[in-house]
């Protein structure tokens, strides 16, 4: 069953919110620490003060709410998803999935251009903000794959398109395996490539410097990383226990990852950093990381590749192109991970045409052509 949603989180929450932030112990800082030791005081101690007395939740809550909120029950699960209806009756269906520490909110700006040609089903991953939190172990990528194929047939979607980053990149990847006969086609803003001495392919020297910083980062594996890997209970005590921890354990992830000349605005950040502590869900939301296995999920689809020059990595097109098959592929010189929130025109264009184009590949061949 399908049942309408509505966000409305009690006051004695907010009221709790507030006093926990009035009451923070704050740490020490060596001078001129600047980044060095990890996200600076006096900027954490601006966003914290910002969320106890200027940030307004409720007219952030009014404004999502403006949106056709469900949820319905999956494996077990109860699924929070965004449903918007295409003026077109005859539209297609695209299905957007958010990463890590994202949530539905990073697909806000894109709703309206994409709803221009789209019905659009815009889910909540298990664990995560009102998807959440999980109650038992299991819910990997393909995992989730599987249950977005179940909310698209009960929504009466036969064929449709999936589209994502960070881990809406593997789910969708993931979907399009599970779910071949439905899919039409993903797209990616978001394609981790791993260096392969056995490839056989000729590289570019830009390829090579791609690679150069996946192998950076698969050395120096960030903390965040190896908490959420490893022992994500351990981190959710204290993500759920102080909302500074949750604040600047997000908040950091959009000053390292976001393209410094598209910065996300902080009344979208402390939104996004409210769903999370509002529902609890730090630690159901870290266990995806420890769940999901560190490997390429097959994808037999057609594949749309969307590549923001300042992504944690970019991926290198003549090794993708041996797991997958790409039909479309667009560099932009700006953007970065969160690039639906950094630059939603870029991403809305890009996602427009490649599927436009699968939805003409799709369409039954009329008699005589």
């Known amino acids: 069953m399908i049942k309408p949603f509505r966000i409305d989180i009690p006051q004695a929450d907010l009221d709790d919110l507030a006093d926990r932030l009035s009451r923070t112990r704050w740490p020490d800082e060596p001078a001129g620490a600047g980044w060095d030791y990890g996200f600076p005081l006096a900027r954490l101690r601006e966003l914290a003060e910002h969320w106890r007395t200027a940030y307004d939740w409720r007219r952030h ?13 999956i494996d077990g699960q109860t699924i929070h998803f965004v449903h918007v209806r295409s003026a077109r009756p005859d539209a297609p269906a695209l299905l957007l999935t958010h990463g890590w520490p994202g949530s539905f909110l990073e697909f806000l700006d894109v709703i309206e251009p994409l709803s221009r040609d789209f019905h659009l089903v815009i889910p909540s991953i298990p664990g995560f903000t009102f998807s959440g939190p999980t109650r038992e172990r299991g819910w990997d990528v393909v995992r989730v794959a599987r249950a977005w194929a179940e909310l698209m047939r009960r929504l009466g979607y036969r064929r449709y398109g999936a589209q994502g980053g960070d881990f809406g990149s593997g789910i969708s990847l993931a979907l399009g ?12 803003n978001y394609l981790p490539t791993r260096p392969d001495p056995d490839a056989g392919v000729e590289l570019s020297a830009t390829d090579e410097a791609r690679l150069d910083k ?36 997000i908040a950091e992830r959009f000053a390292h990852w ?12 402390l939104t996004n950093v409210s769903l999370y502590w509002l529902t609890a869900t730090a630690a159901s939301s870290a266990r995806l990381s420890r769940e999901s296995p560190r490997r390429t999920e097959p994808c037999p689809v057609p594949l749309g590749v969307a590549v923001f020059a300042h992504d944690i990595t970019q991926p290198v097109r003549p090794l993708a192109e041996r797991l997958y ?36 590949d799709d369409r039954p061949a009329a008699p005589g052509d």
């Open 61 to 73: 809550e009014a404004e999502l709410n403006e949106l056709p909120h469900f949820t319905t029950d």
């Open 177 to 188: 395996a599970v779910a071949p006969e439905q899919v039409i086609g993903v797209h990616v």
């Open 214 to 249: 996946v192998r950076q980062l698969m050395a120096n594996r960030p903390p965040y990383q190896a908490l959420q890997a490893t022992t994500p209970q351990t981190i959710g005590y204290a993500l759920t226990d102080s909302p500074v921890a949750q604040l600047v354990w």
């Open 258 to 269: 976001t393209d410094p000349r598209s910065p996300v605005p902080d009344e979208r950040i």
């Open 325 to 360: 098959d790409i039909r479309h592929w667009s560099e932009f010189e700006r953007g970065g991970h969160f690039a639906a929130m950094e630059v939603p025109g870029l991403l809305a264009g890009d996602i427009r045409d490649f599927f436009l184009a699968r939805v003409a």
